[in-house]
T-cell receptor, first 114, second 114 residues
Framework: GAVVSQHPSWVICKSGTSVKIECRSL??????MFWYRQFPKQSLMLMAT?????????EQGVEKDKFLINHASLTLSTLTVTSAHPEDSSFYIC??????????FGSGTRLTVV | GDSVTQMEGPVTLSEEAFLTINCTYT??????LFWYVQYPGEGLQLLLK?????DKGSNKGFEATYRKETTSFHLEKGSVQVSDSAVYFC?????????????FGQGTELSVKP
C-alpha cells in the first residue's frame, strides 16, 4: 500500500535554530500534503495544506513565517520550523491523500526545543 | 462548523471486555467517517471507515456503523486485547471536498489490562 516516509522521527534543537521535517510519498504521487500538529494527549490540529507547485494554505492562527511549507515535487513536502522556541515543541505529522485507504499518514516527528 | 466529539478518556478495561467509544459529529454536508488508531510515538493508522449512512466499517474485530439519524459513528469491539491499548480518533471528511482535510475528534485513550 501507499507509504508516506517522514523524517526525522525525532529531533532536539536549540532555541533560535531552524528544523526541517520531510515527508516523501513512496509509490504514489502526492499533489497535496496535510501538516498536523499534536500536543500531548490532544487531537491533531491541521496547520496547513501544501500543494505541489503552489503556495501552501495555512489554517487560521498558524504563523506562515514560522512554519514554512514547501511542496517541491509530487513526492516531497517539507515543513521548516524557523527560529524554534520551546513552545514549538510538539509532535508533527504529515498526511497525503493516496491509495488505497484515502489518506496515508507519516509516522510523525517529535520536536523538542531546548 | 463541522466538528467531531468523542467520549473522554482514558478508558481502562480488562482483557476480553466489551469496548464502546462514542463519537458524534456535526457536518453541513454528507461526510465520510473514519476511525484511526495511534500507538505510542507513532503516526495514525486507518482502522475502519464508512462513506454513507447505514454503512458498517469493520477491521480487526472493531466495528462502527454510520448512523445519520443520530449523527454518530460509535466504535465497538466485543473482546479487547492488551495489544489494543492505543489512542483512537474519530474523524470526518466532507465528500464535496475530494482529497480534502480530515477533521478529528479529541481522541480517546484506551488502556487494556491483562
Amino acid at each position: 500500500g501507499a507509504v508516506v516516509s517522514q523524517h526525522p522521527s525525532w529531533v532536539i534543537c536549540k532555541s533560535g535554530t531552524s528544523v526541517k521535517i520531510e515527508c516523501r510519498s513512496l509509490d504514489f504521487q502526492a499533489t497535496t500534503m496535510f501538516w498536523y500538529r499534536q500536543f500531548p494527549k490532544q487531537s491533531l490540529m491541521l496547520m496547513a495544506t501544501s500543494n505541489e507547485g503552489s503556495k501552501a494554505t495555512y489554517e487560521q492562527g498558524v504563523e506562515k513565517d514560522k512554519f514554512l511549507i514547501n511542496h517541491a515535487s509530487l513526492t516531497l513536502s517539507t515543513l521548516t520550523v524557523t527560529s524554534a522556541h520551546p513552545e514549538d515543541s510538539s509532535f508533527y505529522i504529515c498526511s497525503a491523500p493516496g491509495p488505497p485507504q484515502g489518506y496515508t499518514f507519516g509516522s510523525g516527528t517529535r520536536l523538542t526545543v531546548v | 462548523g463541522d466538528s467531531v466529539t468523542q467520549m473522554e478518556g482514558p478508558v481502562t478495561l480488562s482483557e476480553e471486555a466489551f469496548l464502546t467509544i462514542n463519537c458524534t459529529y456535526t457536518a453541513t454536508g454528507y461526510p465520510s467517517l473514519f476511525w484511526y488508531v495511534q500507538y505510542p510515538g507513532e503516526g495514525l493508522q486507518l482502522l475502519l471507515k464508512a462513506t454513507k449512512a447505514d454503512d458498517k466499517g469493520s477491521n480487526k474485530g472493531f466495528e462502527a456503523t454510520y448512523r445519520k439519524e443520530t449523527t454518530s459513528f460509535h466504535l465497538e469491539k466485543g473482546s479487547v486485547q492488551v495489544s489494543d491499548s492505543a489512542v483512537y480518533f474519530c474523524a470526518l471528511r466532507l465528500i464535496y471536498n475530494q482529497g480534502g482535510k480530515l477533521i478529528f475528534g479529541q481522541g480517546t485513550e484506551l488502556s487494556v489490562k491483562p
